[in-house]
């Protein structure tokens, strides 16, 4: 047994027995929060309402990106740059900053922009070469599905702020294009 409010933020959602009947408990939804039974067989027969409930709900619309690569020596010297960039663009804007060495291509750093607006996010990527000094752009890559692994790659395992990227030595990262 369970108290829930009994305004206009409480919902319930049918569910169906194993049997194919529905069940007579149906699933209590309060906004965002689900009340779920804890016996297995029982959350089995309610997880169908909730799933059901969660895929409608969210439509989620895939990030695109665009990594670019840098000749820039000092990552700290990008910073200005970037909360130039993450002003004007807002929420709207995910910004990475990656230090490397050791690229055939001379690239000291790599520089992510992620967005749900890949039409946009081009703009920003304009926008991100305007700002930089002479001589620092090298290339930028599109939707690039991981950075490790790649030919070119040799990630540093912390960055300026000195956290730790998830990148190890055995999986360093990859630049190859999303499927």
Same mark, same amino acid.
């Given at each position: 047994?369970?108290?829930?409010?009994?305004?206009?933020?409480?919902? /319930?959602?049918?569910?169906?027995?194993?049997?194919?009947?529905?069940?007579?408990?149906?699933?209590? +939804?309060?906004?965002?929060?689900?009340?779920?039974?804890?016996?297995?067989?029982?959350?089995?027969?309610?997880?169908?309402?909730?799933?059901?409930?969660?895929?409608?709900? !969210?439509?989620?619309?895939?990030? *695109?990106?665009?990594?670019?690569?840098?000749?820039?020596?000092?990552?700290?010297?990008?910073?200005?740059? /970037?909360?130039?960039?993450? +002003?004007?663009?807002?929420?709207?804007?995910?910004?990475?900053? #990656?230090?490397?060495?050791?690229?055939?291509?001379?690239?000291?750093?790599?520089?992510?922009?992620?967005?749900?607006?890949?039409?946009?996010?081009?703009?920003?990527?304009?926008?991100?070469?305007?700002?930089?000094?002479?001589? !620092? #752009?090298?290339?930028?890559?599109?939707?690039?599905?991981? /950075? *490790?692994?790649?030919?070119?790659?040799?990630?540093?395992?912390?960055?300026?702020?000195? +956290? /730790?990227? +998830?990148?190890?030595?055995?999986?360093?990262? *990859?630049?190859?294009?999303?499927?």
């Amino acid at each position: 047994m369970a108290d829930a409010p009994g305004d206009d933020t409480t919902r /319930l959602l049918p569910c169906w027995q194993d049997n194919g009947q529905p069940s007579p408990f149906p699933v209590v +939804a309060v906004r965002n929060v689900f009340v779920l039974p804890g016996v297995p067989h029982l959350l089995r027969q309610k997880w169908a309402a909730v799933s059901a409930e969660l895929q409608a709900a !969210v439509q989620l619309a895939p990030f *695109s990106n665009r990594v670019i690569r840098l000749a820039a020596e000092d990552e700290a010297a990008m910073a200005p740059l /970037l909360d130039t960039l993450a +002003a004007e663009w807002g929420g709207e804007l995910a910004i990475g900053s #990656y230090p490397v060495n050791a690229q055939r291509d001379g690239a000291r750093l790599l520089v992510t922009l992620e967005s749900k607006q890949p039409d946009r996010l081009d703009v920003a990527l304009s926008r991100f070469e305007e700002l930089l000094p002479s001589g !620092v #752009y090298l290339s930028a890559q599109k939707d690039v599905s991981s /950075l *490790s692994g790649h030919p070119f790659s040799n990630i540093s395992r912390r960055n300026s702020f000195g +956290a /730790l990227h +998830a990148a190890n030595s055995a999986k360093a990262w *990859s630049l190859a294009p999303s499927q």
